[in-house]
């Protein structure tokens, strides 16, 4: 039997009603007819159409399933988001003027102690965080340790300009991804910086020639140590006697010891040399 490809296309969509068109649809089917091949057409296009959804949904839930986070691009480059936390605002805005001669950096906050740095890392989520060692509400350790697990992908780059060799290895023991000291180049700590967005861990020459130095071996009686405590968070004499029971020439006396056992002559230089030794937590210093 023989249909006529133009007649038939008039019958089914235009003179017949539905139901018959849909009958006739059925017996054109049955004895081989496939339609026009404007029909054969549009069928095998919508065919592959549906094809490729379901290819691009495919791709989608691959990519889902090992991409934890997409790159961000804007246009064509791919945007790095750096947060910025230290308590002093002219080494913020002196790390972002280094981060600056770098392509594609967007610094999506900068704050200034350590509570404000774990909100906004785990609202902002960012790429890098560079935090400073010493800050008042947590410390750049404490906030590493809080925020990744809000935000487990943001890399962590710390700065510290008064560190002690314990304090590095504390630092490079604890998984945190870049080490450098304050009195590091603009050019080391940009280097640094990449190599830690590019996910290595690094620690600076400097970081790591600290590590390495002898440590100071300084032995002190318990008041001494409480004496040079009480120092650190800047108690006078009169105040540190009254917090440890002592009489103000007490205190005096053993300041004047404490200098004398660690070859110094100033206050500032005592508490830098404590560090240095391990006897003090730079934190405790204010």
Not at 19 to 24: H, M, P
Not at 53 to 81: C, F, I, L, M
Not at 183 to 206: K, P
């Amino acid at each position: 039997m023989h249909f006529d490809p133009f007649w038939v296309d008039q019958i089914r969509y235009r003179h017949l009603p539905f139901g018959v068109g849909g009958v006739f649809k059925v017996l054109a089917e049955y004895f081989g007819f496939r339609g026009t091949r404007h029909d054969q057409r549009t069928a095998l296009l919508g065919s592959r159409r549906r094809g490729e959804e379901r290819h691009d949904e495919s791709k989608d839930s691959k990519r889902a399933g090992y991409e934890r986070r997409p790159p961000r691009r804007s246009g064509t480059q791919t945007v790095t988001r750096v947060l910025l936390a230290d308590d002093h605002a002219f080494v913020s805005w002196g790390v972002a003027k280094a981060l600056s001669t770098l392509d594609g950096i967007d610094i999506v906050g900068s704050v200034t102690n350590g509570i404000e740095a774990i909100v906004a890392i785990r609202k902002s989520k960012p790429d890098c965080a560079i935090l400073d060692y010493n800050m008042p509400g947590a410390n750049g350790l404490e906030v590493f340790l809080e925020s990744k697990r809000w935000s487990p992908e943001t890399r962590f780059i710390l700065l510290t300009g008064t560190a002690t060799p314990q304090t590095i290895s504390t630092l490079v023991e604890a998984g945190v991804h870049g080490v450098c000291l304050k009195d590091g180049t603009e050019t080391e700590i940009v280097e640094l910086f990449r190599q830690v967005c590019a996910g290595r861990t690094v620690v600076s020459a400097s970081a790591r020639r600290m590590m390495k130095a002898p440590a100071v071996s300084v032995a002190l009686t318990e008041r001494e140590l409480a004496v040079l405590q009480a120092v650190a968070r800047g108690h006078t004499n009169a105040s540190a006697a009254e917090t440890l029971g002592v009489s103000p020439k007490t205190v005096d006396s053993h300041r004047t010891n404490l200098m004398r056992k660690f070859g110094v002559n100033s206050t500032a230089s005592l508490l830098l040399a404590a560090v240095n030794a391990g006897l003090l937590d730079p934190a405790s210093i204010r």
